[in-house]
């Protein structure tokens, strides 16, 4: 067996470990957040660039994984947002004017380029040594934990098996793809897919509302998704390269990738239609309970051009709700709209005000929404992205 090396990097990483584990918990989030953690890794990575193996970043078939890695990641994108019509969405904890998006992109974003680039550096720093990688992976795993939070679920067994199963497996999950990933193509490639991943997460204005268990689930999936897609296109370059298949079938990736692009951007609610699934039978026989209505989101221009008769989305009390306008009216300034389903008797009990109308609708699919329906069903969700009669 190898023997282990070490130097000044992982000292001050152990350092910092031990201190994150037994003393974060002492100081102030914000001052933790904004100061001591960034430039820790700072210094870190500053550290491992002066500590780096002359020859990392030398990498062969580094195009391929890079674009594996892209395709891979959108992929899980789409399925992480499809997710929503099953369990339902609700609304990003992150606020999206620039200065809002600017912090957290220094708080999140930027701790992560450093966390990369210094395992990308301590990785390669013995990449050949087992023993080396896997107590490395380990410290990784370590660092990203949020020790505040794990110690203030320590009094309640059931809280501590949540927060493993939705935060900690997909940590060592994550770490572990993360350092396959540094080995055969260094930290550009692990920030790849993280970053893309993160930023999604920060600019998206709606996110699937899942349950702990699903979290923990979804978390799982992507790491998992990357290493088969490398594996598979490791595998599929084998046999192309005993086959002689012509490179010009690569090219079959680009409408691929602007589908995947495309759908992603509906999903998350970047264009100007977005899904919505059908809970109730309030609008039968015009769309029923489990379909799909895709609708316009509503701007100041567009509040103003609807009439009697539209169909529009609007939430409610956390819900959101698909029903007919009958009536609609103007009090101090603010437009009003009498809302009703069409198989329902009475008049939907509260008007609607303009700042509650979130889109009109455009067209609906038979059917597809009855997954969402089922599982809503099933976990009773309190906030989901469905209409309700």
């Known amino acids: 067996m190898k023997k282990v090396k070490y130097s000044a990097v992982h000292i001050v990483l152990i350092m910092y470990l031990l201190f994150s584990m037994f003393y974060s918990k002492y100081i102030d989030l914000v001052i933790y957040s904004y100061y001591i953690n960034p430039l820790v890794l700072l210094i870190l990575a500053c550290i491992s660039h002066l500590e780096r193996n002359e020859s990392t970043g030398r990498f062969i078939n580094r195009k391929d994984n890079y674009k594996t890695v892209i395709i ?9 947002f499809l997710s929503g019509l099953l369990f339902g969405f609700s609304r990003t904890i992150y606020s999206h004017d620039i200065l809002s998006l600017l912090i957290n992109i220094y708080q999140i974003i930027l701790p992560i380029v450093f966390i990369e680039y210094i395992r990308g550096n301590v990785i390669n720093y013995d990449s050949d040594n087992s023993l080396y990688v896997i107590i490395c992976t380990i410290l990784f795993i370590l660092l990203e934990i949020n020790y505040p939070r794990l110690y203030s679920d320590f009094g309640n067994i059931e809280k501590l098996f949540q927060y493993i199963s939705a935060f900690v497996l997909p940590i060592i999950f994550g770490n572990v793809l993360y350092t396959n990933l540094t080995r055969i193509g260094g930290y550009k490639l692990v920030l790849i897919y993280r ?31 990357i290493y088969l897609s490398l594996k598979f296109e ?38 100007s239609a977005s899904p919505i699934a059908i809970l109730s039978d309030s609008m039968s026989p015009y769309f029923s309970r489990g379909d799909v209505v895709v609708y316009q989101k509503i701007n100041d221009d567009t509040l103003k051009k609807i009439e009697k008769g539209n169909i529009i ?14 009536d609609k009216y103007e009090k101090n300034g603010k437009l009003y709209f009498v809302t009703k389903g069409d ?6 009990f509260d008007p609607v005000e303009e700042k509650n109308v979130l889109g009109k609708y455009i067209f609906h699919v038979k059917y ?22």
């Open 72 to 80: 891979a990641t959108l992929f899980y994108i789409i399925i992480y």
């Open 195 to 225: 970053v893309i991943v993160q930023f999604i997460y920060l600019i998206t204005p709606i996110f699937p509302a899942h349950d702990w268990f699903v979290q923990g689930v979804f978390g799982i999936l992507a790491p998992s998704i």
């Open 234 to 271: 490791l595998n599929k370059k084998i046999l192309r390269e005993k086959k002689e298949i012509k490179k010009a079938k690569s090219k079959l990736y680009i409408p691929f990738i602007i589908l995947i692009i495309i759908f992603t951007l509906f999903m998350t609610g970047f264009l």
């Open 313 to 326: 989305v609007y939430s409610k009390e956390k819900q959101y709700i698909v029903h007919r306008v009958i």
């Open 343 to 348: 198989a329902n008797n009475d008049k939907d």
């Open 368 to 389: 597809i929404g009855f997954p969402a329906v089922w599982l809503n069903e099933l976990y009773r969700k309190q906030t989901p992205l469905v209409e309700i009669k």
